[in-house]
């Protein structure tokens, strides 16, 4: 079987700012902190809710260096690489790896619409640079490229590429994905209403932001499915499902950096464009926290 360092909760830090809009690294350390302690399995700075195309190189470097010294090889660490070149993607990748990363986990980033020669060829150059493996991140909504799983499974031909981030929200793919690829394919949910269908599916984990304000929840769902305990794991699950759609749909940086200040935890601020809550949506969020906490 080929290397598939992560499974159960993968937890997504924000990246935040300061007043000035300059990246809080010491703020970053204690984010990531909270992750650890409440439990999660993996830690992935650097993805869409860590604000990665709103960083410059030398950020990503800083916030990549932060994030190996904070989890002290505690658990997987998975960063995001992504960029629209071939050669900025190899660049970060083997920073990355350098800095101590477990595995990195790229999204086509483009301009021009790329083909499916192209993008295994992205894939496939940076995979020849690198030792550690590489996570496929498919999410259409943020890429503007949906890879097909005829697409995913050509990736999957390339040695150090193991793992699949699904993020379209459609649980067939996951079917699909389990069905036609077999045991040895490792796929992981990106799409937070779908955790459970997800999981039925045979997700080996979850990559989500959730666990910044629901880490015993996001840890009970999985708990219960590692039981085979559907019971549990509905009523878990459908305790967050409000939380789940709200992330998703304000905004994963927003969401999580408003979500913290309500919970008492400093999020940082957030890099303009990106403008916080409105304070009816707040007063949503807080409502929507007040209930699961109950």
């Known amino acids: 079987m080929k290397s598939i360092p992560f499974k159960g909760i993968i937890a997504y830090p924000i990246t935040p700012f300061d007043n000035q809009e300059k990246v809080d690294i010491p703020l970053f350390k204690k984010q990531v902190d909270r992750l650890l302690v409440s439990g999660a399995h993996g830690i992935a700075p650097l993805g869409s809710t860590g604000v990665l195309p709103y960083l410059t190189d030398e950020e990503k470097e800083a916030v990549t260096e932060a994030t190996m010294q904070q989890v002290a090889n505690r658990v997987p660490t998975l960063v995001g690489v992504s960029n629209l070149t071939t ?51 498919n999410n259409p909504a943020t890429s503007g490229v949906d890879m097909s799983p005829a697409l995913l499974k050509r990736l999957l031909e390339i040695p150090n590429v193991t793992m699949i981030k699904e993020s379209t929200g459609d649980v067939q793919r996951m079917h699909y994905l389990r069905k036609e690829l077999g045991e040895d394919v490792a796929f992981y949910n ?53 939380l789940l759609k709200f992330i998703v749909a304000k905004g994963l940086p927003r969401a999580i950096q408003a979500g913290l200040h309500i919970l008492g935890d400093d999020g940082g601020q957030l890099r303009s464009p990106l403008k916080p809550l409105t304070d009816n949506e707040s007063a949503e969020l807080k409502t929507i926290l007040s209930q699961i906490n109950k």
């Open 87 to 137: 050669d900025k993607t190899i660049y970060h990748a083997r920073f990355a790896e350098k800095a101590g990363a477990t595995a990195v986990m790229i999204i086509p980033m483009s301009y021009w619409k790329l083909t499916d020669d192209e993008i295994v060829q992205h894939y496939d150059a940076v995979a020849s640079k690198l030792s550690i493996p590489i996570m496929v991140y």
């Open 190 to 242: 990106g799409s937070n209403p779908l955790a459970l269908a997800a999981f039925a599916a045979g997700a080996n984990g979850w990559c989500t932001a959730a666990p910044n304000l629901i880490p015993e929840l996001t840890m009970q769902l999985y708990n219960a499915i590692q039981n085979n305990d559907l019971t549990e794991a509905q009523r878990v699950f459908y305790r967050q499902l409000d």
